[in-house]
């Protein structure tokens, strides 16, 4: 018998090939047997027993892997962007979350103690080449004695497989006056340790042109659709410099965050063949909008003109496969870890905004109802304020205080004496 089954729902799963109306089963924390159902079904036969202990109708909901978000930041309670995932992740369906460069080398093993390994779900970091990480809002390059690429593969290398690459802010007010000499000293970590590197672009210099010459194939430039790089696109059209990364294997990598999703630079990018990875760059500030998740990110995805089942592959197998994850994380595969997302798929038109005001009309909203992690639900779990750094505008402060008050309101007195009627009688030998 199977621990659980998830049944009829329509299951995507890019890896596998998979799109179709499915029945999932789960045992020992594990996919144990995806089974497709014919085309209109229906629902299962009521008297046929069931093949589970726990079993779920899920026809009419969507059901794909955990959710793998390659760009978060959840060093919580020790730096200025830190989120605790787990009271995201409950109601996102994201079950793998990649930190991307919050620790360096001074605060990877506090970053894995105290966030990673008491974290509900998978969390795996990408290294700083700054030893100060993201402990401030900016700055962590300006004095390059910090960024000792010796003493960051040291520390990687004690980590093993939870460091998955290099991170690297690379625009102006990051790098200071030492211009390039960060990106080549993140350039250079990254080949050490054989792993990619993320390079986080925005307002230059340097600017793209500077930065492509040093990376290559499988690297990753983040915020890949922002306005801010002048020379991302230029006329509705990839620049040279976008196109060469492009041509050299390079990831483009969403990194939605509170400043870097412009529509207009994502639909060229896409005409033009980009196929980005989806991320939020969640942190403590785009949690409050307008990132706010991973399922909002992959609807502005769609508002782009990317079909649903692009869309989960770009949040799925696409970053699984560019940082060489575990080849079960990102998947529904028998044998891969039952993480599991449900959502109820709404079809329609939903206006979604970048970063600028934009607006496009997604035609499908995902609305999670089930994260699933090793075949084991999620609990709900409740977010900490914002921290007093944290600047919000009056209808975000005014939605978090909303968020505070639904949350208290949720517990429920009953005061009627047949609300505490057993389901079964009292035994005569219980008190």
């Not at 999703?261 to 033009?272: G, I, R, S």
């Amino acid at each position: 018998m199977w621990d659980l089954l998830l049944r009829g729902g329509r299951v995507i799963d890019p890896a596998s090939g998979l799109d179709g109306p499915a029945d999932v089963a789960v045992r020992g924390g594990r996919v144990a047997e995806v089974r497709p159902r014919p085309p209109g079904g229906g629902a299962p036969d009521p008297a046929q027993p069931p093949q589970a202990a726990e079993v779920v109708d899920l026809h009419g909901a969507l059901v794909t892997p955990g959710l793998v978000d390659l760009h978060t930041h959840v060093w919580h309670g020790a730096t200025y962007w830190g989120i605790d995932p787990d009271p995201v992740a409950w109601r996102t369906g994201v079950t793998t979350w990649v930190d991307a460069g919050s620790a360096g080398a001074y605060g990877l093993a506090g970053l894995r103690r105290f966030a990673a390994e008491p974290a509900r779900v998978r969390v795996l970091a990408l290294i700083n080449v700054s030893g100060l990480g993201l402990v401030a809002e900016t700055g962590e390059h300006h004095d390059l004695a910090n960024l000792d690429v010796d003493t960051a593969a040291a520390v990687a290398a004690r980590h093993g497989g939870f460091v998955r690459g290099v991170k690297a802010r690379i625009d102006s007010r990051t790098v200071g006056r030492h211009g390039l000499e960060p990106l080549l000293r993140a350039a250079a970590l990254a080949r050490r340790l054989e792993r990619p590197l993320m390079v986080h672009v925005g307002y230059g210099p340097p600017d793209i042109a500077d930065i492509v010459p040093h990376l290559a194939p499988g690297d990753i430039i983040t915020h890949c659709a922002s306005g801010c790089p002048a020379d991302l696109v230029s006329g509705g059209r990839l620049t040279d410099a976008t196109r060469r990364a492009l041509d050299l294997g390079v990831v483009f990598d969403l990194g939605h965050g509170s400043g870097a999703l412009a529509f207009d630079v994502l639909e060229a990018e896409l005409a033009a063949g980009v196929r980005p990875v989806a991320s939020t760059d969640l942190h403590a500030r785009s949690v409050h909008g307008p990132a706010f998740d991973l399922p909002t990110v992959l609807a502005k995805l769609t508002a782009a003109g990317v079909d649903l089942a692009e869309a989960v592959a770009a949040a799925t197998v696409r970053p699984a496969r560019a940082l060489g994850l575990d080849p079960g994380i990102g998947t529904l595969a028998p044998g891969a870890p039952a993480d599991i997302a449900v959502f109820d798929l709404a079809e329609g038109r939903f206006p979604v905004l970048d970063v600028h005001g934009g607006v496009r009309h997604a035609p499908v909203r995902l609305t999670n109802t089930a994260t699933y992690v090793a075949g084991r639900l999620l609990p709900p779990c409740a977010a900490e304020p914002p921290a007093p750094w944290i600047p919000l505008s009056a209808a975000q402060r005014a939605a978090e205080a909303e968020r505070r008050e639904r949350t208290r309101a949720a517990v429920r007195h009953l005061t009627r004496p047949e609300d505490f009627e057993e389901p079964f009688p009292r035994s005569p030998a219980r008190p």
